[in-house]
């Protein structure tokens, strides 16, 4: 279970997040919707470890393994690495950046690779990829680190729909075998679709639980989210 208590995160003396109180229980695939600036990528990088809340306390009840998918507009495609490369970069945490990779590892690594569609691919460089190639090497990556918590900031952006429905079936997929998921969403319509709960910020809690039960017009407007109020 994930615990914030009266979580608040202040930036350049503006809150980004403010007096949260929530438990996300774990083996839950939760989707996080809000109004731009509602503090979702903060959330995320709390959990992660990449920021330190300015007041309260965010805890977990077990010892954290997890990974982190960022947005695509944050990350540097014309560093001189290949698909193979980066999707190795998974099993950082089993072997760290010294050891060299099994032949079951290399093996994971190929199977990954084809998983999300990239087979035959595998010793191109990164600035050869289209924006949904791009996304499925980063769910490979995901894939072979094979954390318990999984952690995406607006994992569909500019990415095509045969690629987002792939890599939501492959999200499906993983709640199945039990992991928690948070993935920061922006088109409702797929939350209501593959997501069974949802949490809605617009830097404080506006609601969270099962989707059928948040997404209703009432949150959503209280959230200003107008789009998806169909």
Known sequence: MLLFSHLSHIYQQTYALKDLNLHLPQHTLTAIIGPNGAGKSTFLKIIAGLLKPTQGHFSCQSKLNLAYLPQQSSLDKTFPLTVKDVVAMGLWPQIGMIQSVTSSQNRALEQAIQTVGLKGLEHHNLHTLSGGQFQRLLFARMMVQDADILLLDEPFAAVDEPTTTDLLGLLKQWHHQGKTILAVMHN????????????????EVVAYGPTASVLTRDSLLRAHLREGLG
């Open 188 to 203: 409702v319509n797929l939350v209501r679709q593959y997501f069974p709960h949802t949490l809605i910020l617009a830097k």
